[in-house]
C-alpha cells in the first residue's frame, strides 16, 4: 500500500520558509518531513501532515511546526477548560486543509514528550501562532531549555552531616535511658483473638528499645508527624483495619490502636520485631558483616556522592533520576519541578543504605506473593513533591535482571516501602558515631 501523501506539502514548504531560514540563523537545524501524529481536546493532526521538525539534543523529545487554517468560534478570551477541569469548549476549529476557505493561516506548534496511544499517536497539546518570531522563540526556549533551568545539587557538608549523625544518636541513647512511653485502653470492643494478639505484643514491647529507634527530625527530637505501626490485626496490608501505634506527644511516646492502611505507613514494623520488642534482633538486620562495612559508603552519602555511593553497592538508577542527580529536568514541561525534585533526591537518598535495597526489594516481594499479587511490580520509597494532582512522582525500587534498580515512576497509590528497610538502621548509626 502506497504511503499517504500531504497534498499541501509544497505550500506548507513556502509558509515554513521564514521559519527554517531563523531557526538556522539562531543554531538550531530543523528538518522538513513527516510529523509523528499527535492529539489534543482539538481532536487528532493526520498521518500524512508535513512540517518542520527539531530534535532536543539530548533527546528529550521534540518540537513540530506545520500550518494550519484556524476558524475562532467564539469570542478571544472565552472557551477552552473550565475553571474546575470538567468540562472543555472548543474556541476554534483547526482544519489541516490549507484551501478551507474562511480560514486564517496559522502556525501550529506542538512540543512531543509523552508517549504513544495504541496507534502510535503522542498527546501533545497544540498551540497557535500568527507571526515567525513568535514560532522561533517557542522553540529557542525550548530547545536549550536543559542546560538554561539545570538546577543547582546541593552542596556537600559532610562535617555537618557527621555532627548531625552524632546528635541524632545521642538523643536515641538519652531517650532509651529514660524511656517515657504511655499506654491508653486498647481494644475493649474488639474480638477476643485479636484483644489476646494485642496483649500478647503489649507484654513483650519494649519501651527502650521503642524510644531508641523512634524517627527523630535533624534535631534529634522525635519527629512530630511521623506514626509507627507495630502490628496489624486486620483484614491485610491493603485494607484499612486496627494497628498497634505509637505518636509522639512531646518527648512522651504514646501507643494505641487506630485504624490505618499498613501498605501505605511510611513506619511499619510488623517485620522488623527487634525494633519495638525484646526478641533478639535477627543476624541480617544490617544486611552486612559488621557494622565498619557501612562506613565507606556512608561518607559518600556525607559527601553527596549518591551516584557513586549507589554503584559501590551494584544499585542501578534509571535515566531519569540520573538527569535530576546532575540537576538537569526531565522535560520541559516539568522544569519549573527541577529545583523541589533534586533537593528532595538529595535528602532522601542520603539516609538511605543502598546495600539493603535488594534484601528490602525481597520482602515487598514476599508480602505480594502472601496476599496472592503478581510479583516484579516496583515499589515506591519516597515522593518528590511538589505537584498538587492524583498521580504524583515518585521514587520506587525494582530489579532488573536481579540487580536493585530505582526508577521514577507515576503513581496515585500510597503504597511505599517502610523506611527501615532501606534506609541506615538506627543503631548501626549510633554504633558508628
Not at 94 to 110: P, R, S, W
Not at 137 to 165: C, E, F, I, N
Not at 388 to 399: G, I
Request: hydrophobic residues 40%; proline residues 6%; charged residues 25%.
Amino acid at each position: 500500500m502506497a504511503e499517504a501523501v500531504d497534498r499541501h506539502e509544497r505550500r506548507r514548504r513556502l509558509e515554513l520558509a521564514g521559519v527554517w531560514a531563523r531557526l538556522r540563523e539562531a543554531g538550531i537545524e530543523p528538518a522538513f518531513g513527516s510529523l509523528t501524529p499527535t492529539y489534543d481536546f482539538y481532536g487528532k493532526v493526520p498521518a500524512e501532515l508535513t512540517g518542520l521538525v527539531v530534535d532536543e539534543p539530548h533527546g528529550t523529545g521534540r518540537m513540530q511546526v506545520t500550518v494550519v487554517a484556524a476558524r475562532r468560534l467564539v469570542p478571544p478570551g472565552e472557551g477552552g477548560l473550565s475553571a474546575d477541569g470538567h468540562t472543555w469548549t472548543r474556541d476554534v476549529d483547526i482544519e489541516h486543509d490549507l484551501t478551507a476557505a474562511d480560514g486564517e493561516l496559522l502556525f501550529e506548534v506542538t512540543l512531543l514528550e509523552g508517549a504513544t496511544d495504541s496507534s502510535g499517536a503522542v498527546w501533545a497539546p497544540r498551540r497557535l501562532a500568527r507571526d515567525e518570531q513568535a514560532v522561533v522563540d517557542a522553540v529557542r526556549l525550548w530547545h536549550g531549555y536543559r542546560d538554561m533551568l539545570r538546577a543547582t545539587p546541593p552542596k556537600p557538608a559532610p562535617q555537618r552531616r557527621r555532627s548531625l549523625r552524632i546528635r541524632v544518636a545521642a538523643a536515641r541513647r538519652s531517650a532509651a535511658a529514660r524511656p517515657r512511653v504511655r499506654r491508653l485502653g486498647i481494644g475493649a470492643d474488639l474480638p477476643a483473638e485479636q484483644r489476646s494478639a494485642i496483649a500478647r505484643d503489649l507484654g513483650a514491647l519494649d519501651d527502650a528499645r521503642l524510644a531508641f529507634n523512634f524517627p527523630r527530625d535533624r534535631n534529634g527530637r522525635y519527629l512530630k508527624s511521623a506514626v509507627v505501626a507495630l502490628a496489624g490485626y486486620g483484614p491485610g496490608l491493603s485494607r484499612r483495619g486496627p494497628w498497634l501505634s505509637v505518636r509522639s506527644l512531646d518527648d512522651e511516646l504514646v501507643v494505641s490502636l487506630e485504624g490505618l492502611i499498613g501498605a501505605n505507613q511510611d513506619h511499619r514494623w510488623d517485620r522488623l520485631p527487634w525494633l519495638w520488642t525484646s526478641q533478639e534482633p535477627s543476624l541480617v538486620r544490617w544486611n552486612l558483616p559488621d557494622a565498619a562495612s557501612a562506613r565507606p559508603v556512608l561518607d559518600l552519602l556525607d559527601r553527596y556522592a549518591i551516584g557513586e555511593a549507589l554503584a559501590r553497592c551494584g544499585v542501578e538508577l534509571d535515566e531519569e533520576l540520573t538527569a535530576l542527580l546532575a540537576g538537569y529536568p526531565i522535560s520541559y514541561g516539568l522544569a519549573q519541578h527541577a529545583e523541589t525534585w533534586v533537593k528532595r533526591l538529595y535528602d532522601q537518598l542520603q539516609l538511605c543504605a543502598p546495600w539493603r535495597l535488594a534484601a528490602a526489594y525481597d520482602v515487598h516481594q514476599d508480602e505480594r506473593r502472601a496476599a496472592k499479587r503478581p510479583g516484579g511490580e516496583p515499589i515506591a520509597l519516597f515522593g518528590l513533591k511538589g505537584m498538587n494532582q492524583q498521580s504524583k512522582p515518585m521514587v520506587a525500587l525494582d530489579t532488573h535482571d536481579g540487580t536493585p534498580r530505582l526508577s521514577m515512576i507515576w503513581t496515585a497509590s500510597n503504597m511505599r516501602l517502610t523506611h527501615e528497610l532501606w534506609q541506615c538502621p538506627a543503631d548501626l548509626e549510633a554504633e558508628l558515631f
